[in-house]
């Protein structure tokens, strides 16, 4: 079944160690996001891809960064997670065209930083 | 402030009942989604409503919209356990690609 796939589930790293998850899909969708989930909150949208054009939300912080290196795969780098950064990160994909508005979630990453 | 605000934050009900959830927003839109979330999992789109329709319909939803007061409904007929979950409004700030999501309503339904 066509999905979006996000490695790993959980992740657990250290106060200024940078961390990478990564995100992957089958559905062959240009737009991809990433969103930032804390607990019992709405998800807040960092930035989204569409296709190779990067579009950073203004209040995202420097810390974190996006690559997006072929359709498939997306990855979101945090260069020095803060304990503010411990949340759940939630990868989303949606197509262009007269359904773009329908995101396709994966599970979601829980980031815990000790 | 965040585009959709929801209510009730929480809403506890029996298996059968009807629960119903209300997103407001602020700035003009083209469209409103409904999305699920079970328990520490990905969210589900639901049903997408655009700002020309008042209602709609899916199974055991009805989504309504009144752009005139910024505001939709979410109305979950005949719940089931199974229904129990976070419930969050999405709308598109008027444009684009970004999506702003509501805090949520957190539904129990009881057995």
């Known amino acids: 079944d066509a999905m979006v796939i996000q490695n790993p589930r959980y992740q657990v790293t250290q106060f200024g160690k940078p961390v990478t998850l990564s995100c992957s899909q089958t559905?062959?969708?240009?737009?991809m996001y990433w969103y930032q989930q804390k607990s019992s909150q709405a998800p807040k949208l960092l930035f989204h891809?569409?296709?190779?054009?990067?579009?950073n939300e203004a209040d995202t912080p420097d810390n974190f960064q996006s690559r997006r290196p072929n359709t498939s795969f997306c990855f979101l780098d945090i260069r020095s997670p803060g304990l503010g950064d411990a949340a759940m990160y939630l990868c989303a994909t949606s197509a262009t065209g007269i359904l773009s508005y329908e995101q396709y979630f994966g599970p979601g990453t829980r980031l815990t930083v000790t | 402030s965040q585009q959709g605000e929801e209510d009730p934050q929480a809403l506890s009900i029996q298996e059968g009942e009807n629960a119903t959830m209300n997103c407001s927003y602020k700035?003009?839109?083209?469209?409103l989604q409904w999305y699920r979330q079970n328990s520490g999992r990905g969210l589900v789109h639901l049903i997408l409503i655009r700002s020309n329709e008042r209602e709609k319909h899916s199974g055991r939803l009805r989504v309504t919209l009144d752009t005139s007061k910024k505001s939709s409904s979410l109305l979950i007929t005949a719940s089931r356990a199974a229904d129990t979950a976070s419930y969050f409004c999405a709308t598109d700030g008027g444009g684009g690609f970004k999506t702003i999501f509501g805090a949520g309503t957190r539904l129990f339904v009881k057995a």
């Open positions: 891809y569409y296709d190779k054009d990067f579009n």
């Open positions: 559905l062959n969708h240009n737009v």
């Open positions: 700035t003009s839109i083209n469209n």
